[in-house]
């Protein structure tokens, strides 16, 4: 189960049109963050019937879920270090979760030119793949010994299961419409990674935003197959290329290059981390749910999601 897996204004109109149908107002929450109508209070956020008591205040415990949260914990072992394999990837989910929340509406602002508020979501992403880096040093606590009085109690169950880091990794570019197929059985998951893995993803969104701003991207960047993963293109590289020339006259865009590749070298950093922590516990076993272990890691060390971003280095 150890973590095994753990984007000229003309042109972008079909971008617009066909995967984005019910449009987000620039500072509107997205869709899938809002409060379900019944949950909401009548008359609007925060509103009270004037002839109702208001409501108690939430204790610590209450406002968090504790009760749910703290007993999310099932052991099957009887070992005293299940209890550490558990909660390191529940944590994780959590981080994960928080990602998925700020990744989205990044996506959103960017799609609506509200890049200030953008820059601040990446960046929080950032620090969040960073939480998950020391995630893994709490692990290696784990010895090989001791994870293997776990590993016969784990069943199938594996990381590479984790629909959210799936929908990260969708989010952030690296599309496999393979990868949907994992979660047949959950309908509600698969939906969500269906609909994930067919939307633009942050970097298509962020080179849509380049042919907004008048450099010319080719229609086959811009109205394509989000589905399918995106080959690397010289004019998008062309496009970097000039935003790093002339950093004072497209200072936004700038940023926004800065902030997308702190944000794959955290993930990068995240990625090394979990291989390292696997060989470290299992070494080259097969995983717990039968993929390859070490070596399908290691090969996802070698995924590029911003490839321009990074080819500008060397043109410069």
């Given at each position: 189960?150890?973590?095994?897996?753990?984007?000229?204004?003309?042109?972008?109109?079909?971008?617009?049109?066909?995967?984005?149908?019910?449009?987000?107002?620039?500072?509107?929450?997205?869709?899938?963050?809002?409060?379900?109508?019944?949950?909401?209070?009548?008359?609007?956020?925060?509103?009270?019937?004037?002839?109702?008591?208001?409501?108690?205040?939430?204790?610590?415990?209450?406002?968090?879920?504790?009760?749910?949260?703290?007993?999310?914990?099932?052991?099957?072992?009887?070992?005293?270090?299940?209890?550490?394999?558990?909660?390191?990837?529940?944590?994780?989910?959590?981080?994960?979760?928080?990602?998925?929340?700020?990744?989205?509406?990044?996506?959103?602002?960017?799609?609506?030119?509200?890049?200030?508020?953008?820059?601040?979501?990446?960046?929080?992403?950032?620090?969040?793949?960073?939480?998950?880096?020391?995630?893994?040093?709490?692990?290696?606590?784990?010895?090989?010994?001791?994870?293997?009085?776990?590993?016969?109690?784990?069943?199938?169950?594996?990381?590479?299961?984790?629909?959210?880091y799936r929908e990260i990794e969708f989010l952030l570019g690296n599309k496999n419409p393979a990868m949907v197929s994992v979660h047949a059985q959950r309908e509600p998951v698969?939906?969500?990674?269906?609909?994930?893995?067919?939307?633009?993803?942050?970097?298509?969104?962020?080179?849509?935003?380049?042919?907004?701003?008048?450099?010319?991207?080719?229609?086959?960047?811009?109205?394509?197959?989000?589905?399918?993963?995106?080959?690397?293109?010289?004019?998008?590289?062309?496009?970097?290329?000039?935003?790093?020339?002339?950093?004072?006259?497209?200072?936004?865009?700038?940023?926004?290059?800065?902030?997308?590749?702190?944000?794959?070298?955290?993930?990068?950093?995240?990625?090394?981390?979990?291989?390292?922590?696997?060989?470290?516990?299992?070494?080259?076993?097969?995983?717990?749910?039968?993929?390859?272990?070490?070596?399908?890691?290691?090969?996802?060390?070698?995924?590029?999601?911003?490839?321009?971003?990074?080819?500008?280095?060397?043109?410069?």
């Amino acid at each position: 189960m150890l973590l095994q897996s753990v984007a000229h204004a003309g042109s972008t109109e079909g971008l617009r049109t066909r995967y984005f149908k019910l449009k987000v107002s620039p500072m509107e929450p997205p869709a899938s963050d809002r409060v379900p109508a019944a949950d909401a209070p009548a008359g609007g956020a925060g509103a009270t019937s004037p002839s109702a008591p208001a409501a108690a205040s939430p204790t610590y415990g209450e406002y968090l879920g504790l009760d749910a949260v703290l007993s999310a914990q099932h052991p099957r072992s009887g070992d005293h270090n299940e209890m550490l394999f558990i909660i390191q990837h529940q944590t994780s989910e959590l981080w994960m979760k928080l990602a998925l929340h700020e990744l989205r509406a990044a996506r959103d602002r960017i799609r609506a030119d509200q890049l200030a508020p953008a820059f601040k979501m990446l960046a929080r992403v950032s620090r969040i793949m960073e939480q998950l880096v020391h995630a893994w040093d709490v692990l290696t606590t784990l010895t090989p010994s001791e994870y293997t009085q776990l590993r016969p109690h784990l069943g199938t169950s594996s990381g590479f299961q984790s629909h959210q880091y799936r929908e990260i990794e969708f989010l952030l570019g690296n599309k496999n419409p393979a990868m949907v197929s994992v979660h047949a059985q959950r309908e509600p998951v698969r939906a969500q990674l269906e609909r994930a893995l067919r939307e633009p993803s942050l970097y298509d969104e962020a080179i849509a935003l380049l042919a907004r701003q008048g450099y010319p991207i080719p229609p086959e960047q811009l109205d394509r197959d989000f589905a399918e993963p995106r080959r690397p293109s010289d004019a998008v590289e062309a496009a970097w290329l000039a935003v790093y020339r002339d950093p004072d006259r497209q200072w936004d865009l700038y940023q926004l290059a800065e902030e997308l590749v702190d944000l794959e070298d955290a993930f990068r950093q995240w990625r090394f981390r979990h291989v390292t922590t696997v060989e470290r516990i299992i070494g080259f076993k097969t995983g717990t749910g039968g993929t390859a272990g070490v070596s399908y890691l290691r090969k996802m060390l070698d995924v590029v999601l911003f490839p321009e971003l990074w080819k500008v280095r060397t043109d410069l």
